[in-house]
């Protein structure tokens, strides 16, 4: 267990070099947050105009590139500073976002996966997300790990991995009962999902979570 600051309404996590990198929500409260993954404190912000609502990020060399929910842009930044650097236009909402073989990978909410040119945003294909043939909705928070793509299913604390060639779901994993009973009242859901480089762990966290848990996903 780990830290995390009890005021992220996290919506995107990625570790990068060493740092934990923290995308976060809510009109107002919306900021790009670089942190120490072992405690969670941050060390570096950039917060969005109070009519931005923050999603999804990913890092990519030395940009990153996050999504917002309703507004329809996505903002490339500096990874040193968090600086914007410029703004790109997309159609429909934003939710999660990773990167991998070249390619951004977004998701809106809906049960698609979609993926964009990591240089323009420009959207190149589509692939439809399903578990044993049916349609898997709310794909939300995603990351981009040993060629698969991991997604959280919105509302859910279930975490599924996803072929992102074919689009079907080839492992789900219950992360229920991570958040301890007592912590439950001020914390919203499960959200986050960061590799950790090197290893074949990540770190969960959730919206308002006061803890970061770093797991490995196990065979049910």
Known sequence: MLGHDRSSFTQGLEIADGVLYE???TYGG???RAADPGTG???REDRLPADLFGEGITVRGDRIWQLTWQEGVAIERDRHSLRELRRVEYSGEGWGLCHGDGRLVM???GDELTF???ETFAEQDRVQVTAEGEPVQQLNELEC???QV????WGSEQIVRIDPESGAVTAVVDASGLLPEHERDAADVLNG???VPGTDEFLLTGKYWPSTFRVRFAPA
């Open 150 to 153: 991991w997604a959280n299913i």
């Open 41 to 43: 404190e941050v060390l």
């Open 107 to 109: 998701s809106d909410g």
């Open 23 to 25: 995308g976060t929500g």
């Open 116 to 118: 964009r040119d990591p």
């Open 30 to 32: 919306s900021a790009m």
């Open 145 to 147: 790990a040993h060629g």
């Open 193 to 195: 999902i960061a590799a």
